[in-house]
């Protein structure tokens, strides 16, 4: 469940962030070169201006500042403000490295101090009141709604509970109706029979009314439902569905009727597959024109001398709807009549010098952007698997194939997260797979840039999961 107000404060907190941003900018101007600058009529700011506040939200994205706002744990929060911060100062420096190699000496080093020193003092100072006023009095951020429950069997007790393990989400749970007053062990919660529901929630200014009642109730219900409409409260119904599936849902309209989707699926969206895809092809483009080119006669003078065999492995791997395609890589091993079967393991005699530093670095996947640009996979998703292990895994975790509803990746979520490499038992693929799963259901393409980002990272500084 998401707070009530959770995009609201979000939304406050990043329009300050960015008002602090373009101020401490502005600021930096008038200390500096003690004028006052009009970024629209300035063409030699104005760049810099854009590609401040682009950083910021890359920054805050990749550390999930944003989605923490109403953390409990204000030293969490501290952290994630101080770990946003630098990853905007590594950013910065990686703009600045690109100034000096473009010549953009317009936009002076002065400048740039005074400006990030200032939004680093001035975002400081207003994530402490924000904190502070979080911490002091929860009222500020959100008002507390009277509710009660109609119906005290397992679900309703189930929503009590989460009521009462949950006070910030702003419910004041004050009792349940149920026509069996035994089903309520706690005397002092129990109101009253059914029919006497309405009559009670407006006479003690009851906001909302959650309904737990089962299915076999539909005239009850009904009832209580055409009357909180006549007199201007809440109704609100509360499914049985989730006994069989604990996990987030989606829920459509389908004319009138409603359906229960398991999980949502960003994906599903042909809007958002086009610009996936587009963004795909864009991407490979640039790898394999600016990198694959002179790259590959260099790789494949050294695998060569290294081990006879091809340059290229290709080898057949399970893809989206589980249809087999075949994966493209740099041949990092000696030829050998276990590869479909067997996985690369730590100190694999398999595995040739050039090979090490190929997988290391990641550098033997760079012949699957040509798989990306023939639209058997996509920059960023799943790893795709050997088939054998498909057919191995698919039987020993629940929500295995659920990752084949997406185009395999060259890089994904599981491998930014710690999970990639050899899977020596199956709570280490179950890792994975539940790393694919959140991807399916959270994709964004700033996710995507996200990620992308994290696997540079991952490989500059050295993964030690990489072998």
Request: with cysteine; net charge positive.
């Amino acid at each position: 469940m998401i707070h009530r107000y959770a995009t609201f404060i979000k939304a406050i907190n990043l329009t300050i962030d960015y008002i602090i941003l373009n101020i401490s900018m502005v600021i930096a101007y008038l200390i500096v070169d003690k004028s006052f600058i009009m970024w629209i009529n300035n063409k030699n700011y104005l760049p810099i201006v854009l590609v401040f506040n682009l950083i910021w939200l890359l920054s805050a994205n990749i550390s999930g500042l944003y989605e923490s706002v109403l953390n409990k744990d204000s030293i969490n929060t501290y952290r994630s403000v101080f770990k946003t911060y630098l990853i905007f100062v590594g950013l910065i420096c990686v703009t600045i490295i690109i100034i000096i190699g473009t010549k953009a000496y317009f936009i002076t080093r002065e400048y740039l101090f005074a400006a990030i020193a200032l939004f680093g003092f001035l975002l400081g100072i207003w994530k402490l009141i924000f904190l502070t006023i979080r911490r002091g009095d929860r009222r500020v951020l959100m008002d507390k709604r009277n509710v009660i429950i109609v119906g005290a069997g397992r679900v309703g007790l189930d929503l009590y509970n989460y009521f009462r393990t949950n006070p910030d989400r702003g419910y004041n749970m004050i009792g349940f109706f149920d026509d069996d007053p035994a089903r309520v062990s706690n005397a002092e919660l129990f109101l009253g029979k059914t029919d006497a529901c309405l009559e009670y929630v407006i006479s003690n200014k009851v906001h909302e009314i959650f309904c737990a009642l089962p299915s076999t109730e539909a005239k009850s219900i009904e009832r209580l439902m055409m009357e909180a409409d006549k007199n201007m409260i809440r109704f609100k119904l509360v499914p049985e569905y989730y006994s069989y599936s604990n996990r987030p849902t989606l829920v459509q309209s389908f004319g009138h009727i409603p359906v229960i989707s398991l999980r949502p699926e960003p994906l599903e969206s042909v809007l958002n597959r086009f610009i996936k895809r587009v963004f795909d092809i864009v991407f490979s483009l640039g790898i394999l024109l600016f990198v694959f080119s002179w790259l590959f006669p260099i790789l494949a003078i050294i695998i060569k001398l290294q081990s006879r065999g091809p340059v290229f492995f290709m080898q057949v791997r399970s893809g989206r709807e589980n249809e087999n395609f075949k994966c493209y890589k740099f041949r990092s091993m000696k030829v050998n009549k276990d590869s479909d079967k067997k996985q690369a393991t730590r100190n694999d005699s398999r595995i040739t010098k050039i090979g090490a530093f190929m997988r290391r670095t990641n550098i033997d996947e760079l012949p699957q952007f040509f798989n990306v640009l023939i639209g058997n996979m996509s920059v960023v998703g799943p790893r795709p698997h050997m088939v054998s292990h498909t057919e191995q895994y698919s039987k020993e975790i629940e929500k295995y194939m659920v990752r084949h509803f997406l185009k395999p990746g060259i890089t994904g979520w599981a491998q930014v997260n710690g999970f990639r490499g050899e899977t020596k038992n199956t709570e280490a693929m179950e890792n994975r797979v539940e790393a694919d799963v959140w991807y399916l259901e959270n994709w964004s393409f700033l996710l995507d840039l996200k990620i992308i980002f994290l696997t540079f990272w991952s490989t500059a500084k050295g993964d030690k999961n990489a072998f």
